[in-house]
């Protein structure tokens, strides 16, 4: 699921399939989503007490929200299970950090450039929770049976007793997230008078005229604030009691809630550090910060990739060929993850802002939508990438960067030659790294008596064939490229040819020409 984005201003974004233990986010470091492609399971029952008596005599126990995270994660950790299931390339960094702030019982703050997953990690930590928890029905703040907080609460005890009702719910309702806007109201995340409430005849001395805000509401859960620096100072103040004192102040109200929750803090370093906008006094109680970042490692970034671009039969045959389903051959995929580390390098790119990991999952999307634009103009069945499709991810991608040296009059032709040049570039990588070794004398001596092949959107693979003929070393080609031997088919030897020839071009043993959508290589 992408991050926040502004339509979620102001509203609470809880999860609310039952279910469902966490909410996709496409960013980087994320969980893995199985709800993504297919319906989530229905969730067990919920335990059988439903009365107040009933659970006391199940031998059921209070139990605070972060010892309850610890528990669940100390017995994941001792199962030599994935604490965190579905993180990519945090594993050896990131993830002991946070799973050692969550034994300690800390709030957590963390800080990365955009798109690096900080936003799905939250979300992660959801499954950490028991799976069903005990609520007195009604109640505003999810208050425990055995340990009411609210006026409400102790008055229906006291009036119900052993017959008070109980409900239970499930760990995906229990996280409430807010983006961070300089709109947001100490009201929308504390809570303020109802003047409903007032005018129904209630004094304005009654607690119970109060409506309580986002993070009361989450009480028993987890908190999360994105893009903390955002708040207006004022109101990052009141916070300060929910983080220390672990109640809240309203208004002139003496509340004394004694909230019990996770709270866990979003923000971008340059935010946090450089500008200022977290004042010290609410850095100084979370207990633990935890820095993000981008992938280290190629093969963390092509993971990635296929955890999260939208694209059916992605580095996989299809057994039934359709439009609706084209295949990304893995050496595309590669060139897509160079690519987008290389534009994180480069000198033209401003390195404060970052390059997000959508930038890539977008660009894999946007190749994936050529090969099916290309195989429904050219009559093909089956869509199967091809090199001939990257130059569309050029233009689609140029919005996700910023470069350095942008002024108010930006240079798109420049922008645009900065992106070629680097999508360029990581097809040599690839190449070298795919086909180092590789025989390809054979292709390579098919031009040499003047013989050119034309490549663009209106040739088929078939056609793509035909012009070569007989391909020496056709199947140590395809099997170098990761395509299995009897799953073989003309798009994918077609990709793998055309690949062939855009290295051979780019390490300068053959010619190209290209003009709009024809490519044509010659000697």
């Known amino acids: 699921m992408p991050g926040p984005t502004a339509a979620d201003a102001g509203t609470h974004r809880a999860l609310p399939t039952r279910g469902r233990d966490h909410l996709r986010s496409r960013t980087f470091g994320g969980v893995t989503d199985p709800a993504s492609t297919a319906p989530a399971p229905p969730a067990p029952d919920a335990p059988a007490p439903t009365t107040l008596g009933e659970l006391r005599a199940s031998g059921a126990a209070f ?32 993830v002991p950090e946070v799973e050692r702030a969550l034994i300690a019982g800390h709030d957590l703050v963390l800080l990365g450039e955009r798109g690096q997953g900080k936003t799905r990690l939250i979300r992660t930590l959801v499954g950490l929770l028991d799976e069903w928890t005990p609520v007195l029905a009604g109640s505003e703040l999810n208050e425990h ?76 859960g987890i908190f999360s604030v994105n893009e903390l620096p955002d708040l207006a100072e004022r109101i990052q103040v009141a916070l300060l009691n929910v983080l220390e004192e672990r109640d809240i102040q309203i208004r002139g109200y003496r509340v004394r809630l004694p909230l019990d929750l996770l709270l866990v803090a979003s923000a971008n370093p340059e935010d946090y550090t450089n500008r200022g906008r977290i004042i010290t006094p609410l850095k100084d109680r979370f207990g633990t910060e935890v820095r993000t970042h981008y992938p280290i490692e190629l093969a963390d970034e092509i993971r990635l990739l296929h955890q999260e671009a939208h694209t059916s039969g992605l580095g996989a045959p299809d057994d039934q ?19 987008t580390r290389l534009v994180r390098e480069s000198g033209s790119v401003d390195q404060r802002s970052g390059v997000s990991a959508r930038f890539a999952i977008a660009a894999l999307e946007t190749l994936a939508g050529s090969a099916v634009r290309r195989a429904a103009v050219a009559g093909e069945t089956r869509p199967v990438a091809r090199v001939v499709d990257l130059p569309a ?12 040296d942008a002024g108010s009059d930006p240079d798109d032709d420049r922008e645009l030659e900065v992106l070629e040049h680097l999508l360029r570039q990581a097809t040599a990588q690839t190449f070298r790294a795919r086909c180092a070794g590789l025989d390809l004398t054979g292709l390579q001596e098919h031009f040499t008596g003047g013989e050119t092949v034309e490549s663009g959107e209106l040739v088929p693979a078939a056609a793509l064939l035909g012009q070569l003929g007989t391909i020496p070393k056709l199947a140590e080609l395809l099997g170098r490229l990761g395509v299995p031997e009897g799953e073989q088919s003309a798009e994918q030897a077609a990709a793998a040819v055309e690949f062939a020839l855009e290295g051979l071009y780019l390490t300068r043993r053959l010619a190209k020409d290209t003009d709009g959508a024809r490519t044509v290589y010659g000697a």
């Open 63 to 94: 139990r605070p929200v972060k010892a309850e995270i610890r528990a669940n994660l100390l017995a994941r950790l001792a199962a030599g299970e994935p604490s965190l299931p579905g993180i990519v390339g945090f594993e050896d960094t990131v």
């Open 145 to 220: 049976p055995l340990h009411p907080i609210s006026v409400w609460a102790h008055r229906q005890i006291a009036e119900h007793g052993d017959a008070t009702p109980v409900t239970w719910l499930h760990r995906s309702e229990r996280f409430g997230e807010k983006l961070a806007t300089p709109d947001t109201s100490v009201g929308d995340l504390i809570g303020d008078v109802d003047p409903i409430k007032v005018a129904e005849g209630r004094t304005l001395g009654d607690p119970e005229t109060v409506h309580y805000g986002l993070v009361p509401r989450t009480n028993r």
């Open 321 to 339: 060929p359709s439009l609706d389903n084209p295949v990304v051959p893995e050496h595309l995929v590669e060139i897509i993850a160079r690519f």
């Open 393 to 404: 991810v050029v233009p689609a991608s140029r919005g996700k960067v910023e470069f350095a």
